[in-house]
T-cell receptor, first 115, second 113 residues
Framework: KAGVTQTPRYLIKTRGQQVTLSCSPISGHRSVSWYQQTPGQGLQFLFEYFSETQRNKGNFPGRFSGRQFSNSRSEMNVSTLELGDSALYLC??????????????FGEGSRLTVL | KNQVEQSPQSLIILEGKNCTLQCNYTVSPFSNLRWYKQDTGRGPVSLTIMTFSENTKSNGRYTATLDADTKQSSLHITASQLSDSASYICVVSDDNAGNMLTFGGGTRLMVKP
């Protein structure tokens, strides 16, 4: 069974540009969530999608957005990149089980460097 | 505000020795507590998940404990191996928040030969 696939694995952008990251969940998983990991702040929740609907959103500016497609694949977009957006962006998928969430399976992440 | 605190921040032990990592949380209403292992540059991998009613759960050489009254958890690693060198992250889930998890800062473990 294939795991969570994130693309691209590494990318370099300059300030002011925008970036789109992609996540393909484990087959059958309908919930996809995104997290940002930096050395200073650790792991922080960005947003979660289920059945193409945003279920929860973390405390990030509106420059961070996402969406989920009918096949459960998800993308996140960061516009007007800032140096502080340099981070490892992790995607995780799970079987949605109502309020009690199932086990989370993480992808290997997309390492974004903003110059 | 939901918070998860881990200690120590870093730890160095010799191969074959045991160690215990600590996690304190203030997350309400509590749903479950998870421990993840993250190798450098890789995504986290789940070790254990515990709900309110569970106070011990094992996964091979990893044993997690949970005291929901004191809001403390520990992860005990037995007979450490070089491959245990990684960051260990404690994660707590709010009962109403789906996968809007609260993460601890992690404990960076280095196992030396």
């Amino acid at each position: 069974k294939a795991g969570v696939t994130q693309t691209p694995r590494y990318l370099i952008k300059t300030r002011g540009q925008q970036v789109t990251l992609s996540c393909s969940p484990i087959s059958g998983h309908r919930s996809v969530s995104w997290y940002q990991q930096t050395p200073g702040q650790g792991l922080q929740f960005l947003f979660e999608y289920f059945s193409e609907t945003q279920r929860n959103k973390g405390n990030f500016p509106g420059r961070f957005s996402g969406r989920q497609f009918s096949n459960s694949r998800s993308e996140m977009n960061v516009s007007t990149l800032e140096l502080g957006d340099s981070a490892l962006y992790l995607c995780a998928s799970s079987l949605f089980q109502g309020r009690v969430t199932g086990e989370l399976f993480f992808g290997e992440g997309s390492r974004l460097t903003v110059l | 505000k939901n918070q998860v605190e881990q200690s120590p921040q870093s730890l160095i032990i010799l191969e074959g020795k045991n160690c215990t990592l600590q996690c304190n949380y203030t997350v309400s209403p509590f749903s479950n507590l998870r421990w993840y292992k993250q190798d450098t540059g890789r995504g986290p991998v789940s070790l254990t998940i515990m709900t309110f009613s569970e106070n011990t759960k094992s996964n091979g050489r990893y044993t997690a404990t949970l005291d929901a009254d004191t809001k403390q958890s520990s992860l005990h690693i037995t007979a450490s191996q070089l491959s245990d060198s990684a960051s260990y992250i404690c994660v707590v889930s709010d009962d109403n928040a789906g996968n809007m998890l609260t993460f601890g800062g992690g404990t960076r473990l280095m196992v030396k030969p």
